[in-house]
């Protein structure tokens, strides 16, 4: 469960305060798909970056699986962050001068997993995702979907309960898109929270809880009824 409550976020631009966040209250409960929509500037990604402990709110409270994160040391932020989120972005943040393995095995690695479970999800990970021939491949030489793949296998590999992905697939084209968006809401169907800011409506759509930013608040946050989110599908 994600639950913020009173949470803002304010920026300093010069002489100017910008609000990312404007006491914002949100609870998202386990397994939900929830697409976040709105236009530039919105306050989508500072959304995003506080739920996934990028980020911290000026003011506010954040629990997260009922702990309150709002005044941990950065430490034990970065302990949870790591054990119970996964990211994925538009542009696939993968490691240049690594091969897919290795970006896949990175997390594990970070958190002192022994070198032979790491092989074991590694392999396993490979497998899911179909990168079975690209294992060892850097980045530059995998098409954009194949780099989107690689990037969810990175984010899944410690089983976080959390999905957070910042346009996914934007940088994609239609084909390669669908195949991210299908593997992604198979992890939802998991029972994986899968929380998507999108600019796309009909990907929007897809989702089955859909939350509109304005101007650093929720303007809407409508859920789906059983037989809209079926025939969105
Ligand atoms: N690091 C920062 N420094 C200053 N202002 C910021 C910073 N990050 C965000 N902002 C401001 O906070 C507001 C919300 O930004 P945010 O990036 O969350 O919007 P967004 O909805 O994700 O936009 P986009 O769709 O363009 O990515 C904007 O006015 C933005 O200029």
Known sequence: MIDLQNITRMFTVGDERVYGLKEVDLTIGNGEYIAVMGP?????STLLNIIGLLDKPDSGIYQLEGEVTTGLADSKQAELRCHKI???????HLVPRMTAMENIELPLMLAGVEPKVRKQKVQKAIETFGLAGRARHRPDQLSGGQRQRVA???ATIMEPHILLADEPTGN???ASGNEVIEILEELNSRNITLIMVTHDPELGNRAKRQIHMIDGIIGSDHTSSPA???AAR
């Open 172 to 174: 994609l084209d239609r």
């Open 228 to 230: 809209t989110a079926y």
């Open 86 to 92: 996964g990211f994925i972005f538009q542009f696939f």
């Open 40 to 44: 530039s500037g919105s306050g989508k």
């Open 152 to 154: 969810i296998a990175r």
